[in-house]
């Protein structure tokens, strides 16, 4: 947006936030706005992947985008915010004719997802579709156009909450906005997402599985160093107390079917019956997984230092990358298309490993440690909400409550079939 119209008005659901300016002037700011709006609004929706920025998260710039969604959302949150998207018990979605698609076409204009000419019809029709879609993928739902429970909530998260989102993340984006280094991994825990980037654009983008509520994954710094192919997995003593002896109480064939041997700190392997299962005893033992199909780090760990004991791996779970909720791990990152990751990780480090390489790796199911012979910084970061240099301003969900607003009441009534 140009500084003139900055200087003059902002766009606030039809209504309109304007300096005192003489008339012909006000005119012509509003036609340059909706000239705009109506540039940026065609070039989003020829393309929903258009959306997807190159630029990092943590970008230099992205807290100067942050500052002026912050302008945006003010002159929002000023003129009263958006309404609240009423709905019946039936989720609305393309080819809907009922009275609750105004409301939702209301809050989709406030927001800049819905062009203002698009009208207040009570038809659920492609262009509210598309709006639909442009607000998902913001608020990092999956983008299928039904606005079912998760989507009607986002919907109705009020304006000043995201406002006071886009503030307290602006802190946030400020002291991460140096240099980070020519190539980098960053997590961002409540998008459940990983970037890797090289010289200031990402390469490659994966969706993530992070730590529960109660298992969180940790907000750090550092560097990988190492990977491990077709790796054992060795429980953790929080998941042999809170998980894995519940189990082998229910099924004590658990291990057995899991492919988990038992060892002393001595190396000697024990048999489950040794072990009284209705006490801690099991926390004195180590558990350990073979490789394979069913091991719980997939078929590569990426390590990096940490105090927490965390590190990103692959998993044979791939079915939770589809969900919109990512949040079942126990602190750790899981990786989807892991594979494209390590071979940039390999490939830009460790010059003799390339995809064929990795692929043969992991096909000949043999256990090999490979360490980077230079290593690349981690960032495991917790950003809310940021904006892009395209304009778009993206919300996660505060997963662990760390920004410190209730959104609990856009929950309140909804109870969609």
């Known amino acids: 947006m140009t500084g003139l119209w900055l200087a003059g008005l902002m766009?606030?659901?039809?209504a309109q936030v304007a300096t005192a300016q003489p008339a012909p002037v006000q005119a012509l700011l509003q036609q340059q706005q909706r000239i705009e709006w109506r540039d940026q609004f065609d070039t989003t929706m020829r393309s929903l992947q258009a959306m997807e920025s190159s630029f990092p998260t943590l970008s230099p710039d992205t807290a100067s985008h942050v500052e002026y969604a912050i302008q945006r959302y003010s002159a929002i949150v000023q003129q009263g915010g958006w309404p609240t998207v009423t709905s019946s018990r039936k989720a609305m979605k393309l080819g809907v004719r009922e009275e609750h698609v105004v409301s939702l076409r209301r809050r989709l204009m406030v927001s800049g997802d819905l062009e203002q000419t698009a009208g207040l019809s009570?038809?659920?029709?492609?262009?509210?579709d598309a709006g639909v879609r442009r607000f998902q993928l913001r608020h990092g739902l999956t983008p299928d156009g039904v606005v079912g429970k998760s989507t009607l909530v986002a919907l109705n998260v009020a304006a000043d909450v995201r406002l006071s989102q886009l503030e307290t993340n602006l802190v946030r984006l400020r002291s991460m906005s140096g240099f980070l280094g020519d190539r980098y991994v960053m997590v961002n825990?409540?998008?459940?997402?990983?970037?890797?980037?090289?010289?200031?654009?990402?390469?490659?983008?994966?969706?993530?599985?992070?730590?529960?509520?109660?298992?969180?994954?940790?907000?750090?710094?550092?560097?990988?160093?190492?990977?491990?192919?077709?790796?054992?997995?060795?429980?953790?003593?929080s998941i042999i107390r809170k998980d894995l002896i519940p189990k082998m109480n229910e099924d004590p064939a658990y291990l057995d079917k899991n492919r988990i041997r038992i060892f002393d700190w001595k190396g000697n392997e024990l048999a489950w019956q040794q072990i009284d299962w209705s006490t801690d005893e099991a926390t004195q033992y180590q558990f350990r997984q073979e490789p394979g199909e069913i091991n719980s780090l997939g078929s590569v760990r990426i390590n990096f230092h940490n105090k927490h004991q965390v590190y990103l791996h692959d998993t044979p779970s791939k079915s939770l990358f589809g969900s919109d909720y990512r949040f079942h791990s126990s602190g750790c990152v899981r990786v989807q298309n892991v594979r494209?990751?390590?071979?940039?990780?390999?490939?830009?480090?460790?010059?003799?490993?390339?995809?064929?390489?990795?692929?043969?790796?992991?096909?000949?199911?043999?256990?090999?440690?490979?360490?980077?012979?230079?290593k690349i910084p981690i960032y495991m970061a917790y950003v809310t909400a940021w904006a892009t240099a395209e304009g778009v301003v993206h919300f996660r969900e505060d997963i662990y409550n760390r920004d410190g607003l209730l959104m609990s009441e856009a929950t309140a009534g909804i109870n969609l079939q």
Do not use: C, M
């Not at 766009?11 to 039809?14: F, R």
């Not at 009570?122 to 509210?128: A, G, I, K």
């Open 11 to 14: 766009a606030v659901g039809g």
């Open 122 to 128: 009570d038809t659920f029709d492609s262009y509210v």
């Open 189 to 237: 825990i409540p998008a459940a997402e990983i970037e890797a980037v090289e010289n200031g654009r990402v390469r490659s983008r994966h969706t993530a599985v992070v730590g529960k509520i109660d298992r969180q994954t940790p907000i750090l710094n550092s560097s990988i160093y190492e990977l491990n192919f077709n790796p054992y997995w060795t429980v953790p003593v």
């Open 340 to 374: 494209e990751l390590i071979t940039w990780l390999l490939s830009s480090t460790t010059p003799d490993w390339d995809r064929a390489r990795v692929d043969e790796t992991i096909r000949a199911g043999t256990r090999e440690d490979v360490k980077l012979k230079s």
